[in-house]
């Protein structure tokens, strides 16, 4: 079936100017993560939707960045007033189960990216 | 310090050796998971574990918790081998996504 898929798969961008990404996840996963990666260094966690539960947004950056899902299916994350540090891969995952708790985790399947350069 | 550190940071091999990629952590975790970046940039999640011991394939992941240390072993590595490895951990209290990632492990597997 469709894997997760990621729009745009890239974009440019003047600095000041908000962008809106887009994650569409696999069909019937309850849960979706958003993280980014900038050139040269490791992932850093942003966001993660549970199902129905308040995301844990503790990743997100600045009070410029934001997300939402609609139900358990598509996911936008906004940036306003984009800075050239916001340059970035940003990845999208998504997976099966609603977590109780703290308990263990569902495989991660990851979308493409959307490659962010802000000038 | 990093909470996650990887060992090498890069790492060259020929075909068919066998391989070892490490992964230390210094926060108590629930989980931890082993990845793939390939080189055009997509990732594959390729173990997540607790505790013990995993296999798929050619690929191990071991866990030993006491001593907050993981290693990711491939037996007769093959040049499709070749990509980024990325540790990561998903600390106690944590959510399920929140996860700290690892710097990674650049393989190059010659023929």
């Known amino acids: 079936g469709a894997g997760v898929s990621q729009s745009p798969s890239n974009k440019v961008t003047e600095k000041g100017k908000d962008v809106e990404l887009r994650c569409d996840p696999i069909?019937?996963?309850?849960?979706l993560y958003w993280y980014r990666q900038r050139l040269g260094q490791g992932l850093e966690f942003l966001i993660y939707f549970q199902g129905n539960s308040a995301p844990d947004k503790s990743g997100l950056p600045s009070d410029r960045f934001s997300a939402e899902r609609t139900g358990e299916s598509v996911s936008t994350l906004t940036i306003q007033r984009t800075q050239q540090e916001d340059s970035a891969v940003y990845l999208c995952?998504?997976?099966?189960?609603?977590?109780?708790?703290?308990?263990?985790?569902?495989?991660?399947?990851f979308g493409p990216g959307t490659r962010l350069t802000v000038l | 310090k990093n909470e996650v550190e990887q060992s090498p940071q890069n790492l060259t091999a020929q075909e068919g050796e066998f391989i070892t990629i490490n992964c230390s952590y210094s926060?108590?975790?629930?989980?931890l998971h082993w990845l793939q970046q390939h080189p055009g940039g997509g990732i594959v999640s390729l173990f997540m574990l607790s505790s013990g011991k995993k296999k798929h394939g050619r690929l191990i992941a071991t866990i030993n918790i006491q001593e907050k240390h993981s290693s990711l072993h491939i037996t007769a590595s093959h040049p499709r081998d070749s990509a980024v490895y990325i540790c990561?951990?998903?600390?106690?209290?944590?959510?399920?996504?929140?996860?700290?990632f690892g710097k990674g492990t650049k393989l190059s597997v010659k023929p």
């Open positions: 995952a998504s997976s099966s189960r609603l977590a109780g708790g703290y308990s263990g985790t569902d495989t991660q399947y």
């Open positions: 990561a951990v998903r600390a106690y209290k944590r959510s399920q996504g929140n996860l700290i």
């Open positions: 069909s019937g996963h309850t849960a």
């Open positions: 926060v108590g975790i629930s989980a």
